[in-house]
């Protein structure tokens, strides 16, 4: 019995040591755990926050320079009929998209389609004001007929998707 009650008098006291180091161990660990995610989410803010929001300036001047007003403003003087001024039109936009393909990756799927289907309407402008003249026309005729459209639609066929990459910047950076 003497032996029994010995061996608690050890036991228990060690136990209540070995539980504590326990505890401390984990606490300490945790907190370290906690300190090496604050560190990488600091590592993560400062190398990729800058190159996401990079991103979306370069998809805004995307959209920029395939809105009509400044694509026919840019190019006017580079094509001498209605048919090369519409290839002339399709290739800068067609170039401008692929320039900036990669920028997909950082945004939402959402913003990124409705980027897809500015272009999109853009291209399709530019080929329904085709079709409604001569394709030996001059030149000036194609503006003339894309900015009637616009006027009609009274929206830029960018706005939409302008207004998209904004409103993510400021949910995701503001």
């Known amino acids: 019995m003497d032996l029994l009650s010995d061996f608690l008098k050890l036991i228990v006291p060690a136990s209540l040591v070995l ?4 505890l401390t161990v984990k606490l300490l660990l945790e907190r370290e755990a906690d300190r090496h995610k604050f560190d990488v989410k600091n ?7 800058p190159i996401r ?7 805004v001047l995307f959209l920029e320079r395939i809105s009509p007003n400044n694509l026919l403003l840019r190019l006017s003087g580079s094509s001498t009929t209605v048919l090369e001024f519409q290839q002339r039109l399709l290739q ?3 170039d401008e998209y692929t320039h900036n393909l990669s ?11 409705q980027i897809q289907a500015a272009m999109n ?3 399709t402008l530019v080929n329904q004001a085709s079709g409604d003249t001569r394709p030996d026309a001059p030149a ?23 207004k998209a990459v904004k409103e993510e910047i400021q949910v995701m950076f503001m």
Do not use: N
Request: net charge negative; hydrophobic share 35%.
């Open 92 to 94: 800068e936009i067609r």
């Open 121 to 123: 309407d853009v291209m």
């Open 53 to 59: 929001l990079q991103a979306y300036e370069r998809m």
């Open 19 to 22: 539980y504590g180091m326990y």
């Open 103 to 113: 920028q997909q990756v950082y945004m939402s799927q959402a913003t990124w389609d």
């Open 43 to 49: 590592r993560y803010t400062d190398t990729v926050v």
């Open 140 to 162: 000036l005729e194609l503006s003339k007929r894309i900015f009637e459209r616009i006027i009609q639609k009274d929206k830029q066929p960018t706005y939409d998707a302008l």
